[in-house]
């Protein structure tokens, strides 16, 4: 199966990052490897949750909140260019994370 080619014009849209941070947050929260990556980003992770399952509405801060929580998260697994991902395993399967690796470095 070939992949679809990415650019940097076209990061990650923001429903998207909730989507992802959301589905990290509710399955991974307490997988060591993230933990303090989880604890570190203890309001822009359930930010995240609470704006993909539409129980808040957005605002500025908010959005600030998330894309700051995905800049962290995309650091954290080594990814240098945000290229539009649409999941969790889409990232994953971009990098070389294991049981060894710790976001919070």
Not at 55 to 60: A, M, Q, Y
Not at 79 to 97: K, R, S, Y
Request: proline residues 2%.
């Amino acid at each position: 199966m070939k992949r679809k080619e990415k650019t940097l014009s076209n990061p990650t849209h923001f429903s998207n990052r909730c989507e992802i941070l959301a589905e990290l947050w509710m399955n991974y929260r307490d997988d060591e490897q993230f933990a303090d990556f989880i604890e570190y980003n203890d309001l822009g992770l359930p930010l995240a949750y609470m704006l993909a399952n539409a129980i808040t509405k957005g605002t500025d801060t908010s959005e600030a909140m998330v894309n700051e929580t995905w800049e962290l998260f995309l650091h954290g697994l080594g990814i240098v260019e945000d290229t539009g991902f649409e999941t969790l395993d889409e990232m994953f399967d971009e990098t070389d994370i294991d049981e060894d690796t710790d976001l919070g470095d």
